[in-house]
Every structure is written in structure tokens, then in C-alpha cells.
Nanobody
Framework: QVQLVESGGGLVQAGGSLRLSCAAS????????MGWFRQAPVKEREFVAA????????LYADSVKGRFTISRDNAKNTVYLQMNSLKPEDTAVYYC???????????????????WGQGTQVTISS
């Protein structure tokens, strides 16, 4: 099994920044990928960003392009999500997810991620 633990969530003012971390343990997905998803109250879970472990290829949702940056530290089995220029609509529970496949065409599809963290709350105030 793969265990994922998110951290770094909290309360921040609109326009501010926050960095989320996701520490993975249990096994190595050398050809896989890690992703960030979020879910706001009464809304469906949506894709935020993803990165492949091997090549470091990234994919972002249109809503966060230019504001969020995903990165990884392979030695630490940790993925980060740097969030800048935060908006109230970014408020949600953010989830880290892992998958064994790194095919770019489905990096944004939550169904292809087999392992999930417990989530961390991000709240952006006006």
C-alpha cells in the first residue's frame, strides 16, 4: 500500500501564498505520477495539478495556471503545491493522490489515482 499525508493547509488572505506538501511512503511508483485535487462544499472533486515522478512533466487545471506550481523531490518521496495569488474560490479541501501510470492524457482523471491522502483544508479569506 501507499500512504499519503498532506500538510501545509491553513487560512490565508486573498492574494497571499501557501505551500502544500504530500509525503508518500509504502512503495515506489517510478513510472507513475502524483496529483493534487480539491473539493469545495457542495461541489464535485476537481483536478488541480499533476506531475510525473520520472520526467517531471506537469499538468495544470486552467483555473490555476500561472498561479500554482507543482514540484517533486524524488529523494524525499514528496510532492509540493506552491499556491500564489490565492482567491476565495480556491477554498477547498486539497487532496494528494498517487498512481502507478504516468500517461499524460489521463493525469487529470481522478479515477486513475489509486491512493489518496486524508486532505488538508485551505481557506482563503476576502
Amino acid at each position: 500500500q501507499v500512504q499519503l499525508v498532506e500538510s501545509g493547509g491553513g487560512l490565508v488572505q486573498a492574494g497571499g501564498s501557501l505551500r502544500l506538501s504530500c509525503a508518500a511512503s509504502g512503495r515506489t511508483f517510478s513510472a507513475g505520477a502524483m496529483g493534487w485535487f480539491r473539493q469545495a462544499p457542495v461541489k464535485e472533486r476537481e483536478f488541480v495539478a499533476a506531475i510525473t515522478w520520472s520526467g517531471g512533466r506537469t499538468l495544470y487545471a486552467d483555473s490555476v495556471k500561472g498561479r500554482f506550481t507543482i514540484s517533486r523531490d524524488n529523494a524525499k518521496n514528496t510532492v509540493y503545491l506552491q499556491m500564489n495569488s490565492l482567491k476565495p474560490e480556491d477554498t477547498a479541501v486539497y487532496y494528494c493522490a498517487a498512481r502507478s501510470s504516468g500517461f499524460e492524457y489521463n493525469l487529470s482523471v481522478d479515477k486513475f489515482y489509486a491512493y489518496w491522502g486524508q486532505g488538508t483544508q485551505v481557506t482563503i479569506s476576502s
